[in-house]
């Protein structure tokens, strides 16, 4: 069953700002209206509501013209992240629309991986259905043209943003591993770990590097993954919005929205000075209920003394 099959979708407004990348997109029923990509460096409350309004124009609608409205919600940019939810959910709010979360290493993977092998985003989007929203968690093999898409943002100190799709011809990438913040070193051994596990026909045609491909990501996949003679490659990729919209297309199609006041970042861990703040809150508590403590001694002390 195709997207032209189901209920309409009609008209989609979806952005994203968890990376260097600004990205917004207005789709109707899986097809691209317009879009607005902008490298900020990550500047993005300054040109986000802009950039939201030159999209809308392009496609010749306006905000009260629309149907739903999809956010990236990370992982990235902690930063970056808030300002595309909080704008996400107020403009939801006050437009009264469902409003749909999406993972932005899904977007970054699909265009990446798209960018790289030629993908069509129309035939991309007439492969959505139901079986293809479902995730495949459990199940590491593939077919020899099959694909893993792994989608990386630079997280620093060695980390990066991360995760694991597989993907096919014409088809949408289907999950294999969870989002999350891992050591590059580390993620590398992990996807060789799955590699060893699997029998030769098992294993994909070629592991497809998308995103923020360091050369320290590249030197740590080529030495844990080269020696089992598949393929790697390595693409930059900045996320534009066309993909958000794709991501968020199959959400509204094969899920449930997401609750205005409920829908959050998906951080994967909190932001360095926020660590630092409940480090301070942890001891201050510890030295409370230390000296607490020894309070209670003391006057147990002198009560018995008495």
Known sequence: MNIDERRPLQRLLAFDTSTS???VAVMENGILLAERNIHAERNHSAYLVTAIDEALSAAGITKRELDAIAVGVGPGSYTGIRIAVTTAKTMAWALKLPVFGVSSLEALGLGGWAQGTGQDALKLSQSID?????????NEAVSPDEYWIVPLVDARRGQVYTSCFTASQDRMLKRTKQDGIRLMDNWSHELAGKLSKLDPQNRPSAIWFVGET????????NEALLPFGVALYFAQYEL????????????VLTGTNDEIHTLEPNYTQLAEAEVQ?????KEQAEAEATASTELNLTDASSHRNG
Request: aromatic share 2%; no cysteine; hydrophobic share 45%.
């Open 130 to 138: 139901q079986q293809e929203q479902e995730d495949t968690l459990e």
């Open 277 to 281: 703040a409940k480090a301070k809150l």
């Open 21 to 23: 990348s600004l990205a």
């Open 240 to 251: 534009e919005g066309v993909w958000v919209g794709l991501a968020g297309t199959r959400r």
């Open 214 to 221: 360091l050369p320290v990501h590249e030197a740590a996949a």
